[in-house]
T-cell receptor, first 116, second 111 residues
Framework: GAVVSQHPSWVICKSGTSVKIECRSL??????MFWYRQFPKQSLMLMAT?????????EQGVEKDKFLINHASLTLSTLTVTSAHPEDSSFYIC????????????FGDGTRLSIL | QKEVEQDPGPLSVPEGAIVSLNCTYS??????FMWYRQYSRKGPELLMY????GNKEDGRFTAQVDKSSKYISLFIRDSQPSDSATYLC???????????FGKGTRLSVIA
């Protein structure tokens, strides 16, 4: 149980395009989803927290107009990197927390984004 | 002082060894403690999830939490080459607050 699916796993695109990453909880309802960014050999850096049906809360230094988050349902959150540039190239990972108090976070397998 | 300190390693051990990984933290509000395993180019996989102080065992893995010392540990018995990965400690306070991660320890188990 507690499977989180992330798609796509790898995307390469040209500078200036927008890229959408999907995060789905497959066998549970996720009241909260988190989006992280990870650089090589470093730990996860929290970008934003999203609760179903409400606006995402962004961490300091993360541009909300650059990284659009939509938590449309209890099983789906999307991250759109708008007008992507090479410095946006990174490994993006989502996680989800199920209903109930003090549930653990379960992570997707990440999306490797490469902007040329 | 960072909220969570974790030695990044790398740590290299022979197959069959007992591995000890640990983290220290400074925030006394942390109540929930997790260990994740992350293989290269994959997302973190939850290994252990504990609340407050005490021990928890699951197969070859044992997690220990000592809140009085603000110190947590993960022990891996009979380590296998397939255990080679980065191990991340993570913790948080109550509710669905964001996790605070350690930097991760890179472990290599040599056959």
């Amino acid at each position: 149980g507690a499977v989180v699916s992330q798609h796509p796993s790898w995307v390469i695109c040209k500078s200036g395009t927008s890229v959408k990453i999907e995060c789905r909880s497959l066998d549970f309802q996720a009241t909260t989803m988190f989006w992280y960014r990870q650089f090589p050999k470093q730990s996860l850096m929290l970008m934003a927290t999203s609760n179903e049906g409400s606006k995402a809360t962004y961490e300091q230094g993360v541009e909300k107009d650059k990284f659009l988050i939509n938590h449309a349902s209890l099983t789906l959150s999307t991250l759109t990197v708008t007008s992507a540039h090479p410095e946006d190239s990174s490994f993006y990972i989502c996680s989800a927390v199920g209903r109930g108090t003090n549930q653990p976070q379960h992570f997707g397998d990440g999306t490797r984004l490469s902007i040329l | 002082q960072k909220e969570v300190e974790q030695d990044p390693g790398p740590l290299s051990v022979p197959e069959g060894a007992i591995v000890s990984l640990n983290c220290t933290y400074s925030n006394s509000a942390f109540q929930y403690f997790m260990w994740y395993r992350q293989y290269s180019r994959k997302g973190p996989e939850l290994l252990m999830y504990t609340y407050s102080s005490g021990n928890k065992e699951d197969g070859r893995f044992t997690a220990q939490v000592d809140k009085s010392s603000k110190y947590i540990s993960l022990f891996i018995r009979d380590s296998q080459p397939s255990d080679s990965a980065t191990y991340l400690c993570a913790m948080r306070g109550s509710g669905n607050t964001p996790l605070v991660f350690g930097k991760g320890t890179r472990l290599s188990v040599i056959a």
